[in-house]
Every structure is written in C-alpha cells, then in structure tokens.
C-alpha cells in the first residue's frame, strides 16, 4: 500500500517536473507564495528519464568531487561554495574547490585538470554563461556527471548531455520581489508624490541572466501594479561592494532628490550604494528606498536596523544542498532528459518584519 502511494506520488512529481520547468524560456517566475514558480522540493524528483524507483542508490560518500568556482572575490558566491564544501565534506567526498578569478579561459583549465585527475563529479558556476556550450562539450566527451550552478544555460544547451543538470533559482522570481518589496512601503515607492517612481538600477554583470532579468522584472512590478516609472540611470556594477558605492556615489550627486529607488541586483552592491547614500545625508526608507538580493549577513543587519528597506533570500545552503543532492542522483546512474534539467529554489524576500527569521 505505501509502495503504491509512493509510486504514485514519484509519478505526479515527475510530470509536476515536466510542466513545471519543462523550457527555461516559458517559466513564469510569480510572485512570492504564487506557487508559479518550481521549488526545490517540488522540482525535485530525481529529473530523470528513468522512473524515480529504478534510480540506483548513489555510493555512499567516498568520491571526489572538483568544484569551479567563477571567482571566489564574490560575497555571495563565498558563502554558497563554503556550503558546497561543508556538504560534501560531511558526506565524505573528497573536495577540491578552484578559483576561476574571472577567467574562462582559466577556468576550462582547471576543468581539463579535474578531468585528467579523474574526479568522479563536477560542480562547475561556469565564468560566462557564453561558455556553457564548451563546457558541456568537454565534460560529455570525458563522461563525467556535472552539476552547473549559479549561471543558467538555455534548455537547448543542456539538452546535448543527459549527466548533466543546473540547479539555481529562477532570477525572475527576485527581481519581481525587489519590485513588491517597494510596493510594500508606505509611498509605493513613489516619496515625492509625483506620480512617477524615480529610480536608478545598479546592475551586476550584464552578461549575467540573474543580471538581466532582476533588472527587468524589479521594474514590470511596479509597472504591473498600475505605477509610472522613471529610470534615471542604469549602470554595470559588476555584483561588486565598491562599484555599487562609486555608482550611487555619482548619481547622487548628479540626481540628488530626484532619486526615490535605488535597485541593486544583489546586496553587496547595495551595502556600497547604502555607503553613499549615508555620505550624502539621505535616510533609507525616509527619504530614499533600498533594495538588493541574496540576504547577505551584512544586508540583513541593515534590514533590521532600517538602512535598507529589503533585500531576497538567494538561498545559498538550499542551493548547495540540492545541488550535492543532484550530484549524488548523477552518481547513481540518473539520467536528464531534455527539458527536465532545471532545478530550482525558491526566493524568499525579508522585510524588517520577518529579517530575525535568516539572522544565524
Ligand atoms: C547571483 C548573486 C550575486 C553574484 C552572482 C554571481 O545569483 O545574487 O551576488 O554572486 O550570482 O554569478
């Protein structure tokens, strides 16, 4: 009877999986508690072409696993690999975990190298989302099972290797939270009372999809609510602290009062924005909105002492534990089909009201 219901519960997983996340181009990222959008636990059955009861257990710990990092000079991309190493650590793998510094070229050696090396698994946050093709390429003609994290390739990409599967979040999810997240203040984002949302975006790496789209979908929220908006400035800051300050730095000055929002696409480039915003004498959530993405620690002491007015929980512990959960899947003989390659994990924003919730 309970083997029954299992089977059962595999089987309406799997095609929760297909037409959930079947085409990363027709996912519709919803706002928080939709339910539009797949979460790790729902997306999650095994994502293979092979019924989720005839997937071989994985060994038990005991391989070794050659991690890529895309740079390791990255707040947020420090706190998933420590994750990364804790899980796999505590599992009993042995782990090697590289610094990309940026570099592609760089980083197809180190994946030569762990292939050469004979590593059972990669875990690979690729340096540019362009190289994702080389990067399966290489990793299907070595038969190596990878995992991708971070920076998604298209559905069509994944498609030409059935060991290799992404698991990251859907970058629109966040984007339309910064958007509710000003909402939710007591102007609507609107301070002057004009009618018109002024704001200036501080973009991480354009290359990026997270990049693209929290800068898109930040901005169709408040348009979807009804609201006029004004984009006073957009500028690259590279998901860096320093650049986020400089950026802001300069369009207060140039904008000054005008400036109601501030959008960052993740928090380090807010705490820099928060750092110029303090010298200019603006008071968040007075005079001035906030926001940034990935609930960094610093960002949420600045939540709960009122410097920013929000930021989205880019769950770093829940990506690396499905991301060892997928490996150990690849490990055990699963395959992916086209289409089901994607596993995502929710977004979760933090407002002042629920910031002790993610305070460690
Ligand atoms: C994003 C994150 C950024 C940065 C970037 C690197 O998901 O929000 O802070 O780490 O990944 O690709």
Same mark, same amino acid.
């Given at each position: 009877m309970k083997k029954t219901l299992a089977l059962a519960l595999a089987v309406v997983m799997s095609l929760g999986l297909l037409a959930g996340c079947g085409n990363s181009g027709e996912k519709n990222p919803g706002s !928080?508690? @939709?339910? @539009?959008t797949p979460n790790t636990s729902a @997306? $999650?059955? +095994? +994502? @293979? !072409? $092979?019924? %989720? $009861? !005839?997937?071989p257990e994985a060994p038990a710990g005991g391989g070794t696993v050659g991690v890529c990092i &895309?740079?390791? =000079?990255d707040a947020f991309m420090t706190t998933y690999r420590n994750s990364l190493e804790e899980i796999l650590e505590g599992k009993g793998y042995k782990v090697t975990v590289v610094d990309g510094n940026n570099d592609q070229a760089k980083q197809n050696e180190q994946i030569n190298n762990f292939i050469t090396q004979g590593v059972d698994a990669l875990i690979i946050n690729p340096v540019?989302? !362009?190289a994702a093709d080389q990067i399966i390429t290489t990793v299907k003609d070595a038969n190596i099972p990878t995992v991708l994290i971070n920076r998604e390739p298209t559905a069509e990409q994944m498609a %030409? &290797? =059935?060991k290799l599967v992404y698991v990251g979040c859907d970058a629109r999810q966040s984007g339309t939270m910064q958007g509710e997240l000003i909402l939710d203040t007591a102007t609507g984002g609107d301070i002057n009372g004009d009618g018109v949302i002024k704001y200036i975006m501080i973009q +991480? =790496?354009?290359? $990026?999809i997270d990049a693209q789209y929290r800068t898109e979908f930040s901005v169709k929220a408040l348009e979807d609510a009804g609201k006029k908006v004004e984009q006073l400035n957009l500028t690259r800051g590279d998901w860096d602290r320093n650049r986020g300050q400089e950026i802001a730095a300069n369009d207060l000055a140039q904008f000054g009062d005008q400036i109601e929002v501030i959008f960052c696409n993740n928090d380090d480039m807010a705490i820099g924005a928060l750092q110029a915003i303090q010298q200019a004498g603006r008071k968040v959530n007075e005079d001035i909105y906030l926001v940034g993405v990935d609930a960094l620690d610093a960002a949420l002491n600045e939540v709960q002492a009122g410097n920013m007015t929000g930021t989205v929980l880019n769950d770093a512990v829940g990506q690396a534990t499905a991301a060892v959960a997928e490996m150990e899947k690849l490990l055990g003989g699963a395959t992916y089909s086209s289409g089901n390659q994607s596993v995502y994990v929710d977004y979760v924003k933090v407002t002042p009201e629920n910031v002790s919730e993610f305070m460690k």
């Open positions: !928080s508690g @939709s339910g @539009s @997306s $999650n059955p +095994g +994502g @293979s !072409s $092979n019924p %989720a $009861n !005839s997937i &895309y740079k390791f =000079d540019m989302t !362009s %030409a &290797y =059935d +991480g =790496d354009p290359e $990026n």
